[in-house]
């Protein structure tokens, strides 16, 4: 079992939809991350959390530590939106483990 | 703006070749990673360095090879000894803070293709 898993694997959405991809952990994190990665291949950072929750304009990202399940969620998807989102933890010794990636294609 | 680049973008190769992958940041970032994708699976870390001249395997480190000679510059070298060497390279880095690890980046990729 690996020690992220995502889901869905894949997603397809409808533009203007509410979307939520799911991350469980089983090993103890210092920190979360959320990824993008389009087509191209480059990643960007969405967020880092440890606690809580982090809005950056249409995204949002959600962990509960206890349960070790962290969200993202995007509002009012857009074709732009799509690409694969990956999640990440940073364990307690500080190394970076990954989840699969969930691939999103939001249709207009 | 700062950042990492990796070079080249697309890389094929014959088989039995020795090939090095670029990847130069400018962040001043101390630490720097090398990591490789397969479809389906998440990345797995091949090398990774956090200080100049010092250097430590990762998951997947058999059949690679780096070199930090320079604190921008930490490049991969494929060598023929890796028997599935095709795949998605992805080079990153971040800084240490406190203990902790702030600021990471990835470079845009290389894909490389051995045939």
């Keep these: 079992k690996n020690e ?5 694997q894949n997603l397809t959405a409808q533009e203007g939809e509410f979307i939520t991809i799911n991350c469980s952990y089983s090993v103890g994190i210092s920190a979360l991350h959320w990824l993008q990665q389009h087509p191209g291949g480059g990643i960007v950072s969405l967020f880092m959390l440890s ?3 982090k809005k ?7 962990i509960n530590i206890q349960e070790k399940h962290s969200s993202l969620h995007i ?3 857009h074709p732009r939106d799509s690409a694969v989102y990956i999640c990440a933890v940073r364990s307690r010794a500080n190394d970076m483990r990954f989840g699969a990636g969930t691939r999103l294609t939001v249709k207009p | 703006d700062g950042g990492i680049t990796q070079s080249p973008k697309y890389l094929f190769r014959k088989e039995g070749q ?8 400018n962040l001043n970032h101390d630490a720097m990673y090398w ?5 389906g699976q ?3 870390l091949i090398y990774y360095s956090q200080i100049v001249n010092d250097f430590q395997k990762g998951d997947i480190a058999e059949g690679y090879s780096v070199s930090r000679e320079k604190k ?3 490049p991969l070298t494929v060598t023929s000894a890796q028997k599935n060497p095709t795949a998605f390279y992805l080079c990153a880095s971040n800084y240490r803070q406190g203990g902790f690890l702030y600021g990471y980046t990835f470079g845009s990729g290389t894909r490389l293709t051995v045939v």
Excluded at chain 1, 4 to 8: F, N, T
Excluded at chain 1, 56 to 62: N, V, W
Aim: glycine content about 8%; some cysteine; hydrophobic content about 25%.
């Design chain 2, 18 to 25: 020795n090939v090095t992958l670029s990847c130069e940041q």
């Design chain 1, 75 to 77: 509002t009012a998807s």
């Design chain 1, 4 to 8: 992220v898993e995502q889901s869905p």
């Design chain 2, 35 to 39: 990591y490789r994708q397969d479809p």
């Design chain 2, 42 to 44: 998440g990345l797995r």
């Design chain 2, 72 to 74: 921008e510059s930490f």
């Design chain 1, 56 to 62: 950056h304009g249409r995204l949002i990202a959600t």
């Design chain 1, 51 to 53: 606690s809580g929750k």
